[in-house]
């Protein structure tokens, strides 16, 4: 058997910095299992987790990575697998650890639990060889999906699912603009937007990103730019009347254009602070306009099986699948780290576990 390795947070630093090191990979305890994993993908979380977030201390040494797929090796005392999985069969990850037992957990708001957290955030994650998760973290993997597409799947479309659905309220017909189509999120928000029977307006950074925005189902694709001309072409693309939603991932350099471009009674989902955490905006447009302005942070586990069930409807023809920009050896994992804050790609970056 290969040599078990991890990679780790020892201290913050930039992105890139994680350390790798060997390690025996501990039995699961009761309730939770061992994943060798197959594949990794990054989000931005890994970024914020390796560089430190003023304010939330997090538990270091750590290993990040939230999202996996891989094979059920270990299952701890009295753990039971969700359906459709099986010891050493395969299975990727929801990434968010919740307490089950709360108030919050009991009706389906895992997320809103007083210990929730996300797996290499305030767990060891999956920039590893070897995971541990609780068995109800586990998902089976959409019909012929590769590893790379399972572990670049969960944390993103869970993200755009809560942010259109149940935060932003999408009802069919309905507009949105997509801040940084090709991100990860924003490439997921497309798909579901159009899924949903709305009409996505993308923004991105380059044409060769807007081609992909397009191949994905976007009604509209902006190249960024100047701003202000920016929300007048969204006036124009709208009829002067603005996007019913504002999917905002991106923070403080676009917030005020996210509130000057939402129509009348619209609503702003935020899940991001990519730019900036901290702006100001004119209270004026916020009331008159009558904009609702809504925090998301993942969503519930539940509605990842939600999103299962809805590709198993149309296997041949999924309405959705994860966009993977790149995939690396997971003995790269710093440079994919850089390669993902260089923002060039166009969707997710992925680790392969050799
Ligand atoms: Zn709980």
Redesign the pocket.
Request: hydrophobic content about 45%; proline content about 7%.
């Given at each position: 058997m290969a040599e078990a390795f991890r990679f780790r947070i020892r201290e913050h630093g930039p992105a890139g910095s994680p350390v790798r090191e060997p390690f025996t990979p501990a039995a699961p305890s009761p309730g939770w299992v061992r994943l060798e994993l197959k594949a990794m993908a990054l989000n931005r979380l890994d970024l914020w987790t390796t560089q430190g977030i003023p304010g939330f201390p997090l538990p270091l040494p750590l290993t990040p990575g939230c999202d996996g797929a891989g094979v059920v090796e270990a299952m701890g005392e009295g753990s039971a697998l969700p359906p459709g999985l099986e010891l050493g069969g395969s299975a990727m990850i929801a990434p968010g650890l919740?307490?089950?037992?709360?108030?919050?957990?009991?009706r389906g708001d895992?997320m809103l639990?007083?210990?929730?957290g996300i797996l290499g955030h305030v767990h060891d994650g999956t920039a590893a060889t070897h995971v541990l998760v609780p068995a109800a973290n586990l998902l089976p993997i959409p019909g012929n999906w590769s590893f790379e597409q399972a572990a670049a799947f969960p944390l993103v479309f869970l993200t755009a699912w809560e942010m259109l659905v149940h935060k932003g309220h999408l009802r069919p017909g309905e507009t949105v603009l997509v801040w940084g189509g090709g991100s990860g999120v924003g490439s997921a928000a497309i798909q579901l937007v159009k899924a949903l029977g709305g009409s996505a307006i993308a923004v991105v950074g380059s044409e060769a990103k807007a081609m992909q925005c397009w191949d994905l189902g976007a009604e509209h694709v902006l190249v960024r730019g100047d701003l202000k001309s920016l929300a007048g072409k969204v006036r124009e693309l709208t009829g002067k009347r603005g996007v019913d939603v504002v999917f905002e991932h991106t923070g403080a350099a676009t917030w005020a254009t996210s509130l000057a471009v939402c129509a009348r009674g619209g609503r702003i989902v935020t899940c991001g602070a990519t730019t900036g955490r901290e702006t100001a905006f004119d209270l004026r447009a916020l009331f008159a306009k009558q904009i609702q302005i809504r925090g998301s942070y993942m969503g519930r586990r539940e509605h990842l099986w939600t999103l299962l069930s809805l590709l198993q409807k149309s296997p041949t023809n999924p309405p959705f699948r994860p966009v993977i920009d790149r995939i690396f050896d997971l003995a790269e994992y710093p440079e994919a780290q850089r390669h993902l804050e260089a923002g060039t790609g166009f969707g997710k970056v992925a680790c392969r576990v050799a």
């Amino acid at each position: 058997m290969a040599e078990a390795f991890r990679f780790r947070i020892r201290e913050h630093g930039p992105a890139g910095s994680p350390v790798r090191e060997p390690f025996t990979p501990a039995a699961p305890s009761p309730g939770w299992v061992r994943l060798e994993l197959k594949a990794m993908a990054l989000n931005r979380l890994d970024l914020w987790t390796t560089q430190g977030i003023p304010g939330f201390p997090l538990p270091l040494p750590l290993t990040p990575g939230c999202d996996g797929a891989g094979v059920v090796e270990a299952m701890g005392e009295g753990s039971a697998l969700p359906p459709g999985l099986e010891l050493g069969g395969s299975a990727m990850i929801a990434p968010g650890l919740s307490c089950g037992v709360c108030p919050a957990c009991l009706r389906g708001d895992d997320m809103l639990c007083p210990t929730y957290g996300i797996l290499g955030h305030v767990h060891d994650g999956t920039a590893a060889t070897h995971v541990l998760v609780p068995a109800a973290n586990l998902l089976p993997i959409p019909g012929n999906w590769s590893f790379e597409q399972a572990a670049a799947f969960p944390l993103v479309f869970l993200t755009a699912w809560e942010m259109l659905v149940h935060k932003g309220h999408l009802r069919p017909g309905e507009t949105v603009l997509v801040w940084g189509g090709g991100s990860g999120v924003g490439s997921a928000a497309i798909q579901l937007v159009k899924a949903l029977g709305g009409s996505a307006i993308a923004v991105v950074g380059s044409e060769a990103k807007a081609m992909q925005c397009w191949d994905l189902g976007a009604e509209h694709v902006l190249v960024r730019g100047d701003l202000k001309s920016l929300a007048g072409k969204v006036r124009e693309l709208t009829g002067k009347r603005g996007v019913d939603v504002v999917f905002e991932h991106t923070g403080a350099a676009t917030w005020a254009t996210s509130l000057a471009v939402c129509a009348r009674g619209g609503r702003i989902v935020t899940c991001g602070a990519t730019t900036g955490r901290e702006t100001a905006f004119d209270l004026r447009a916020l009331f008159a306009k009558q904009i609702q302005i809504r925090g998301s942070y993942m969503g519930r586990r539940e509605h990842l099986w939600t999103l299962l069930s809805l590709l198993q409807k149309s296997p041949t023809n999924p309405p959705f699948r994860p966009v993977i920009d790149r995939i690396f050896d997971l003995a790269e994992y710093p440079e994919a780290q850089r390669h993902l804050e260089a923002g060039t790609g166009f969707g997710k970056v992925a680790c392969r576990v050799a």
